[in-house]
T-cell receptor
C-alpha cells in the first residue's frame, strides 16, 4: 500500500459546480497535512494547510479525518482557473519527512 | 522575497553521460529538498538536507546519484551515469524548518531528458 494515495482523476467539473476529492494516508502517526496545487509544467505551490478542526480559505475547504486516515479538499463555485493537479502532502511523524501523493487532476469546463 | 533558484531549466543528454543541477534556496531556509517528478506522478523525495547535514537519502539511487550542500546554502545534484528512466523534472525546494508545519517552497525545476 502506498503511503499517500489519491484518485488520479481527471475530475471533469462544470464551471460553477462543486467538486471534492480525498487523499488517504497509511501512517497513523502522521502529524501535518497540506494541499498543494500544480499547474501544467509548473512547480507545486502551497494551496493550504489542513488542520484537525478543518479549515476554509475562500472557495476551498479542507478536512482531516484521523479515524479513517484521510484528508479531503472541496472546491465550491469552480472557476476555469481551478483546473490543475492537486497534490496531497503528508508529514510523517518520524524525521519530519514530507510525502506526496500522486495528485488528483481537476478539469473545469465552461 | 526571492524564491528558490534552480538551473538549468532544461537539459538533454545521452544515456551514460553525466549531468549536474544547481539549487539556491530562499535565504534563511535551513532545510533543502531534492525531488524527482516523473510525468504523471507526484514528486518523490530523493534527498533532504538540514543545513549541510543529510536527514534522509533513503530513496536516492546512490550508485548513480549524489548530492551535496556545502556551507549549508546552495546544493548540487549529480547523476552519473544517466539512464533513460532518469528523464524527469528535478525539483528543489526549501523550508524554514524541518517540514513539520513548515511548508515547502519550490523552484521552477530542471526538466531532464535522457536519450
Amino acid at each position: 500500500r502506498k503511503e499517500v494515495e489519491q484518485d488520479p482523476g481527471p475530475f471533469n467539473v462544470p464551471e460553477g459546480a462543486t467538486v471534492a476529492f480525498n487523499c488517504t494516508y497509511s501512517n497513523s502517526a502522521s502529524q501535518s497535512f497540506f494541499w498543494y496545487r500544480q499547474d501544467c509544467r509548473k512547480e507545486p505551490k502551497l494551496l493550504m494547510s489542513v488542520y484537525s478542526s478543518g479549515n476554509e480559505d475562500g472557495r476551498f475547504t479542507a478536512q482531516l479525518n484521523r479515524a479513517s486516515q484521510y484528508i479531503s479538499l472541496l472546491i465550491r463555485d469552480s472557476k476555469l482557473s481551478d483546473s490543475a493537479t492537486y497534490l496531497c502532502v503528508v508529514n510523517k511523524a518520524a524525521g519530519n519527512k514530507l510525502t506526496f501523493g500522486g495528485g488528483t487532476r481537476v478539469l473545469v469546463k465552461p | 522575497e526571492a524564491g528558490v533558484a534552480q538551473s538549468p531549466r532544461y537539459k538533454i543528454i545521452e544515456k551514460r553521460q553525466s549531468v549536474a543541477f544547481w539549487c539556491n534556496p530562499i535565504s534563511g531556509h535551513a532545510t533543502l529538498y531534492w525531488y524527482q517528478q516523473i510525468l504523471g506522478q507526484g514528486p518523490k523525495l530523493l534527498i533532504q538536507f538540514q543545513n549541510n547535514g543529510v536527514v534522509d537519502d533513503s530513496q536516492l539511487p546512490k550508485d548513480r546519484f549524489s548530492a551535496e550542500r556545502l556551507k549549508g546554502v546552495d546544493s548540487t545534484l549529480k547523476i552519473q551515469p544517466a539512464k533513460l528512466e532518469d528523464s524527469a523534472v528535478y525539483l528543489c525546494a526549501s523550508s524554514l524548518g524541518s517540514g513539520y508545519n513548515s511548508p515547502l517552497h519550490f523552484g521552477n525545476g530542471t526538466r531532464l531528458t535522457v536519450t
